[in-house]
T-cell receptor, first 111, second 112 residues
């Protein structure tokens, strides 16, 4: 089955800096790549996703890039703010199959 | 608020016992998913139901079982509990068999 590796496991940045989280996947047939944000005491929430027919997608301060050849995708957060502090999960799926999640990245944004 | 309700929020029990976790999906969502979250394993997919039928199975132990009822709520049954079963159990729902998942706030199980 699909295997998703996520790095780094923890990331500390200063407010205003950029943060990048990277994921690799194993199954070249995967074509859906969402990112979820989990705040303390809450369930994960979708923040952005990308499908394999595009290479980049942006939504305000967050963007996701996909390199299908290398089988990796990344989350970019610019101008980080303290409220961006959370655990971020990448995931991958093939068509309508269930999502396989990475192990998560704890992002800490210091004021 | 995702619209997905999970009960109980916290549960403490002893080894060998059996517990039931309950999930009410968002109104109209037909798919329900169960995930286990532990510190070192991230979000592990357990099982998915769609409109009352099992659709996919992940790393679910034989001691665990689930079902989805006609009103679409779901229950996850964990039996012969072991210390290693201590984790946060999430339920998620989606409108179809794929697409965005809406997670509940989880049920934290502690096995002593």
């Amino acid at each position: 089955g699909e295997n998703v590796e996520q790095h780094p496991s923890t990331l500390s940045v200063q407010e205003g800096d950029s943060a990048v989280i990277k994921c690799t996947y194993s199954d070249s047939a995967s074509n859906y790549f969402p990112w979820y944000k989990q705040e303390l005491g809450k369930g994960p929430q979708l923040i952005i996703d990308i499908r394999s027919n595009v290479g980049e997608k942006k939504d305000q301060r967050i963007a996701v890039t996909l390199n299908k050849t290398a089988k990796h995708f990344s989350l970019h957060i610019t101008e980080t703010q303290p409220e961006d502090s959370a655990v971020y999960f990448c995931a991958a799926s093939i068509g309508y199959s269930t999502l396989t999640f990475g192990k998560g990245t704890m992002l800490l944004v210091s004021p | 608020d995702s619209g997905v309700t999970q009960t109980p929020k916290h549960l403490i029990t002893a080894t060998g016992q059996r517990v039931t976790l309950r999930c009410s999906p968002r109104s109209g969502d037909l798919s329900v998913y169960w995930y286990q979250q532990s510190l070192d394993q991230g979000l592990q997919f357990l099982i998915q139901y769609y409109n009352g039928e099992e659709r996919a199975k992940g790393n679910i132990l034989e001691r665990f079982s689930a079902q989805q009822f006609p009103d679409l709520h779901s229950e996850l049954n964990l039996s012969s509990l072991e210390l290693g079963d201590s984790a946060l159990y999430f339920c998620a729902s989606s409108a179809s068999q794929s697409g965005e998942l809406f997670f509940g706030e989880g049920s934290r199980l502690t096995v002593l």
